[in-house]
Nanobody, 116 residues
Framework: QVQLVESGGGLVQAGGSLRLSCAAS????????MDWFRQAPGKGREFVAS????????YYADSVKDRFTISRDNAKNTLYLQMNSLKPEDTAVYYC?????????WGKGTLVTVSS
């Protein structure tokens, strides 16, 4: 089992940047595929970005491609999301997600608010 704790959210002006972190417990972090999802007010949860266990493969939603970068440090059991050129429509609670062998785990989320 893995526990996930997100941090780094906050209030930022449009065009600004934030870096989210997700700290994972346990000794098997490196074996999980890791993702970021987000949920805007009044909307469903949507995929943002994904990274393979080694970090060698990454995938992005079209809405964040070329603005966001997902990365991981397996030695530190930490997942990151660098968010640049933020837009008001990026306002959401951002969730860290881990999956392996049909099991998946979620953090409680961190709120990102982008003002216009």
């Amino acid at each position: 089992q893995v526990q996930l704790v997100e941090s780094g959210g906050g209030l930022v002006q449009a065009g600004g940047s934030l870096r989210l972190s997700c700290a994972a417990s346990g000794r098997t972090f490196s074996s999980y595929v890791m993702d970021w999802f987000r949920q805007a007010p009044g909307k469903g949860r949507e995929f943002v970005a994904s990274i393979s266990w080694s970090g060698g493969n990454t995938y992005y939603a079209d809405s964040v491609k070329d603005r966001f970068t997902i990365s991981r440090d397996n030695a530190k059991n930490t997942l990151y999301l660098q968010m640049n050129s933020l837009k008001p429509e990026d306002t959401a609670v951002y969730y860290c997600h881990a999956t392996r062998d049909g099991m998946d785990y979620w953090g409680k989320g961190t709120l990102v608010t982008v003002s216009s």
